[in-house]
């Protein structure tokens, strides 16, 4: 079977299915491409967490997990993060390609990034690089946090001030 061929089916898998997704890997089909990039950065007291290609941290969602969107009205204040229009995102630093990919939002109807089969997202309130504010928040029916490197989800609690606790 062709790539093309073997690509168009997998596509309209994908659409006939709006819930199942497909969580890409860097495969010849999909290649890495460096408009979206996922990276990693140190940040205090969290310790090295993925980060996008601005610095901003990215948050998973629990319940979410296994390429699944759950929380759809949080998407005003938790912005997944986009898919490039062609192939992948793109890895750096200690980033890894082979845990990138990505799932189809039932929202906006684009493709948002996953790591480790997980939906990736920045938080509104994260305004400027390093800054991780959306750590630990209960929200949504259930906790936004950050993803280590090895796609690991930290539970690491932070001081949110204004009443907000992680737990």
Same mark, same amino acid.
């Given at each position: 079977?062709?790539? /093309? ?12 299915? +709006?819930?199942?997704?497909?969580? $890409?890997?860097?495969?010849? $089909?999909? /290649?890495? &491409? ?9 940040? @205090? ?8 290609? /601005? ?6 969602? #629990? +319940? %979410?997990?296994?390429? *699944?969107? @759950?929380?759809? +009205? ?16 793109? @890895?750096?630093?200690? $980033? *890894? ?12 109807? *684009? ?7 997980? =939906? ?8 400027? =690089? ?5 750590? &630990? ?5 259930? #906790?936004? *946090? ?7 989800? %930290?539970?690491?609690?932070?001081? #949110? ?7």
């Amino acid at each position: 079977m062709s790539r /093309r061929i073997l690509a168009l089916a997998v596509a309209s898998l994908a659409a006939a299915t +709006p819930f199942a997704l497909a969580t $890409a890997t860097a495969t010849s $089909a999909q /290649r890495p &491409n460096a408009a979206v990039e996922i990276g990693s950065a140190k940040i @205090a007291p969290l310790g090295t967490v993925l980060v996008s290609g /601005r610095g901003r941290p990215l948050y998973v969602f #629990h +319940p %979410d997990g296994a390429s *699944r969107i @759950a929380c759809t +009205p949080c998407q005003k204040i938790w912005f997944p993060l986009l898919a490039p229009a062609t192939g992948v995102a793109r @890895a750096i630093g200690a $980033a *890894r390609q082979s845990l990138i990919g990505s799932t189809r939002d039932p929202v906006i109807g *684009r493709r948002v990034v996953t790591y480790d089969g997980w =939906p990736l997202y920045t938080y509104v309130l994260d305004r400027r =690089p390093g800054q991780a504010d959306g750590q &630990n928040i209960a929200m949504g029916g259930g #906790h936004w *946090r950050v993803l280590t490197p090895a796609g690991r989800v %930290d539970s690491t609690p932070v001081s #949110h001030g204004g009443g907000y606790a992680g737990s």
